[in-house]
């Protein structure tokens, strides 16, 4: 489970080396509570560049890989994603009960979070036909939690009442996207996810108190 203290992710969607995204996580680190990482960096600075980055960085590490593919190659990449030092990652629910049972029991084993991916902040109309099923079987599988977003406040009220307490609900969506900072909270979420909207301010520490102070007292 991701520690939470402020309820803000940072979504680091970067072309940045290794040192410049070591100090601009520096310059933020006490107001977040993970350090999301996807493709985007992956495929900039590699493996061993992420390997690099969370040794120096010291935070909670979620890697949004969308992983969603059979169950042999699931269980590789999250066994990797281990090696790296990375703590949790989200999988796509869509990829079914086969090809996800056994890469979440690997996952469980290695200490990595499972965060399943239940709707996404734009299109995913499939996703949101198909909502209770997919969180009903990140249930019975037993991932860490659900990755719902922003946008689409009646889905994580939804997921929330379907879940109770026990899981971490992860929203991206917030700021570049529409997504009113504080309002995924103030529905059931636990932390608000936010890339683009502190990566690109001029100020980009006194972006993220911004955001804090509104996740702080959540409101839509
Ligand atoms: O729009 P932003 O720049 O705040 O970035 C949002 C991040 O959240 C980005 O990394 C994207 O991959 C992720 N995400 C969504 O935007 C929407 C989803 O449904 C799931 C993840």
């Known amino acids: 489970m991701i520690p939470r203290e402020t309820g803000l992710i940072l979504a680091l969607d970067v072309d940045w080396d290794v040192d410049k995204s070591a100090a601009f996580l520096g310059s933020i680190n006490d107001l977040i509570d993970a350090v999301k990482i996807g493709w985007f960096q992956l495929l900039n600075i590699g493996p061993w560049g ?54 979440v029991r690997v996952a469980r084993e290695l200490g990595v979070d499972v965060y399943l991916l239940v709707s996404m902040s734009s299109g995913g109309e499939l996703y949101d036909t198909y909502l209770e099923y997919n969180v009903e079987l990140g249930v019975e599988l037993g991932v860490s939690g659900f990755v719902v977003p922003a946008t689409k406040p009646n889905v994580i009220r939804r997921v929330r009442s379907m879940v109770g307490g026990g899981y971490q609900l992860l929203s991206p969506g917030v700021g570049a996207q529409g997504g009113k900072p504080g309002c995924a909270i103030a529905n ?13 301010s001029p100020d980009p520490r006194r972006t993220t108190l911004d955001f804090i102070d509104l996740i702080r007292k959540p409101s839509c």
Do not use: C, Q, W
């Open 50 to 103: 992420i390997r690099e980055l969370v040794n120096k960085v010291g935070k909670y590490f979620l890697a949004d890989l969308k992983l969603g593919d059979v169950s042999h190659i699931n269980e590789y990449v999250i066994r990797r994603i281990h090696d790296l030092g990375i703590n949790g990652i989200i999988m796509h629910s869509v990829a079914g009960k086969d090809n996800l049972t056994g890469p």
């Open 188 to 200: 059931g979420a636990d932390f608000e996810i936010v890339g683009r909207a502190i990566l690109t």
